[in-house]
């Protein structure tokens, strides 16, 4: 191609996980693969997050013995779109049904190529397990721990993950529920302790979730021949007669026309950290709260809608709760919440000191819920003594020492009667009373009235509640002290984009699609519309569109 200082065939903006399986693709099908990757760190989101993907039918369960299928996904996700109720352009039952039937073989190929992956867990419900379809075990995938050493030269230039050991994230769970299986949580400790050791005295240095996925991914890519390029912002998408045909980055501080003979492919996030886009498409969310890295600002998405792109599903966020203990702001992941009023003992009120949702379920749906309710920005986590004996608040026990500065900073709010902590956290005490008098009643019956807590499996797994408890989900609150703490609705990333069709292509104003232009990821509207169905329902998406897209773009539709 003229114009162009060199060309690939298939070009890549943002190194998260869609754009590792369409290199893989590429390479496999003997194309050449440029990925054009902002920041100083491979790995984008993806590596900071859990690293799970959603992969109905996936082979790990099967192996497990268990059924599922495409036809029962199918029949989940139409579930959930009926039960939103609310159009969402950026999915259609072609484009579900793509996800549906292509994950497992993106599965099958990511692990052909020596992509080390196994299931995420066996009791990981989706988060409307109760809809026709829904899956009470688990759908996850992830990737096992991972060595940085294997990347040589590359080590420290993958991102960090936000759980830098050799552990997965079920023995991290499992591991935090040590006070309620003190034998089997000692043996696991005792376990990840020598595996501990055992590392360093092997120089070993391991990283999990979702570094883990995407150190994995970069080493096969690096292996294949794709050529990575870091601090690389690409500026703008060129456009020729035929569509979108390349892209300008920057090298040695000048801009460089990269031609893209196959296509590009933009997975390059969302718009979390840009507060002004969020003022315009999620008034009252706020950039400082978010848990993407600093590079995730929406310009790529701006770019897309300049050369014809649709924009939707732009007031969609993949929530995560978060309590602002002191010190959130200066650590790498701030301490989530889901965890803490989920479990037995706790629930959740807004200003007034009335409940108002199910604390368990969907962390989606959960910061859908407080944005939409008049005064719970924030909501307050209310516990008791039983709770603080039994389980951490922010990642920290406190029954014994309160950190410094919890209660001097105005963070923690104990009393030692109702009564008390309602006049700490400004909250009407009769309202307060009659809330957690409700709650206790619920308890006694074994059945939450009101939002059906602990009816859902997931509501029950160890990530949200306590599988070890007699009611996993609920437990009164009526020991003193009382305690509240803050809750904020913060995020994992955006969740709208530009709308893209079956094969991954960006489509224009006129329905058409645009030639030469892919897009995955959390840079497109999601293909589950405006739910989330269950973990790893971004990540799995971007990492099975991206390898749809470029088995498309490459002419190889049917193989693989």
């Not at 979702?210 to 890519?221: E, I, P, S, V």
């Not at 986590?381 to 900073?409: C, M, N």
Request: hydrophobic fraction near 40%.
């Amino acid at each position: 191609m003229n114009g162009f200082d060199e060309t690939f065939d298939w070009v890549v903006v943002g190194s998260g996980a869609g754009s590792m399986s369409s290199a893989l693709v590429m390479r496999k099908a003997g194309k050449s693969v440029a990925i054009l990757e902002k920041s100083p760190w491979a790995g984008g989101t993806t590596a900071k997050s859990g690293g799970v993907m959603w992969i109905p039918a996936n082979p790990f369960m099967l192996a497990d013995g268990e059924k599922d299928s495409a036809d029962a996904a199918m029949t989940y996700l139409d579930a959930l779109q009926q039960l939103d109720g609310n159009p969402a352009p950026g999915t259609s039952r072609d484009k579900r049904l793509a996800y549906v039937s292509q994950a497992p073989r993106a599965i099958d190929f990511l692990v052909d190529n020596g992509i080390a992956l196994q299931r995420g867990s066996t009791f990981w419900p989706d988060y409307y397990d109760e809809q026709p379809g829904g899956c009470k075990t688990s759908r996850t995938v992830v990737a096992k721990p991972f060595n940085r050493k294997e990347l040589g030269d590359w080590a420290d230039k993958l991102r960090q993950g936000f759980a830098e050991f050799n552990v997965t994230l079920v023995e991290g769970m499992e591991a935090q529920g040590h006070r309620r299986t003190n034998k089997a949580a000692g043996r696991l400790l005792a376990r990840i302790a020598l595996r501990t050791i055992r590392d360093k005295l092997f120089g070993r240095k391991y990283t999990t979730a979702g570094a883990a996925l995407q150190g994995r991914m970069l080493k096969a890519a690096l292996a294949a021949g794709v050529d990575v390029r870091l601090d690389s912002p690409v500026s703008e998408l060129i456009v020729g007669d035929d569509g979108v045909i390349g892209a300008v980055t920057m090298k040695d501080g000048k801009p460089w026309r990269i031609g893209a003979r196959l296509g590009v492919l933009v997975n390059a996030g969302g718009f979390a950290r840009n507060q002004a886009m969020r003022d315009h498409y999620m008034p009252g969310t706020r950039a400082q709260w978010s848990q993407t890295p600093e590079g995730d600002t929406g310009e790529m998405l701006q770019e897309l809608e300049r050369v014809g792109g649709q924009l939707a599903q732009m007031d969609q966020m993949v929530g995560y709760q978060m309590t602002p203990a002191p010190g959130w702001d200066k650590g790498y992941v701030a301490p989530g919440a889901q965890s803490m009023t989920g479990k037995p003992h706790a629930i959740l009120v807004d200003q007034s000191g009335v409940r108002y949702m199910n604390e368990g379920g969907s962390y989606e749906l959960y910061c859908e819920t407080m944005l939409k309710r008049n005064a719970a920005v924030p909501s307050w986590a209310i516990f008791d003594r039983q709770y603080v004996g039994l389980y951490a608040v922010a990642g920290r026990f406190i029954d014994k020492a309160i950190p410094d500065g919890w209660i001097e900073d105005g963070y923690l709010h104990r009393a030692d009667t109702l009564e008390g902590l309602a006049h700490s956290i400004g909250v009407d005490a009769v309202a307060l009373a009659a809330t957690v008098a409700r709650w206790n009643g619920f308890v006694a019956k074994g059945v939450d009235e009101d939002f059906h807590r602990g009816e859902r499996a997931y509501d029950n797994c160890g990530f949200v509640g306590d599988p070890f408890s007699d009611q996993s989900a609920l437990g009164s609150i009526e020991q003193g002290p009382f305690y509240a703490v803050p809750v904020v609705p913060g995020d994992v990333s955006t969740y709208g984009g530009v709308i893209t069709d079956a094969k991954g292509r960006v489509v224009g104003a006129d329905g058409g699609v645009i030639p030469g232009l892919y897009a995955t990821g959390v840079s497109t509207a999601s293909v589950m519309g405006n739910v989330y169905p269950g973990a790893g329902s971004s990540i799995g998406p971007s990492m099975v569109f991206g390898y749809i897209a470029a088995k498309h773009a490459a002419g190889l539709d049917n193989q693989f």
